[in-house]
Nanobody, 116 residues
């Protein structure tokens, strides 16, 4: 059974930075997509960024140029470096792991609050 452990959320002022981490355990798949999604109060969950096991990345338009997704293949860990944070980035951020041929797993979520 795959487990995802997220860390790195918190409170930051507008313009600040945070780095989220998500480590997957219990999987040995070589081909996968990992990503970050977020959900603000009263809004649906939305894609933030994804990265494949071939290092192909995809970003929501709202975060392009400010957020960077990366991974450590050996640790099956994905990172989200968030810079120039805005008030509207406030949300619960969820990690998603989609190995080829297997079911999708979600992390428990980590709160990111951008406030002055």
């Amino acid at each position: 059974q795959v487990q995802l452990v997220e860390s790195g959320g918190g409170l930051v002022q507008p313009g600040g930075s945070l780095r989220l981490s998500c480590a997957a355990s219990g999987s040995s798949s070589r081909f996968y997509v990992m990503g970050w999604y977020r959900q603000a109060p009263g809004k649906p969950r939305e894609l933030v960024a994804t990265i494949t096991s071939a290092d192909i990345t995809n970003y929501a338009d709202s975060v392009k140029g400010r957020f960077t997704i990366s991974r450590d293949a050996a640790k099956i860990t994905v990172y989200l470096q968030m810079n120039s944070l805005k008030l509207e980035d406030t949300a619960v951020y969820y990690c998603k792991y989609s190995p080829r041929g297997w079911g999708v797993s979600w992390g428990q979520g980590t709160q990111v609050t951008v406030s002055s």
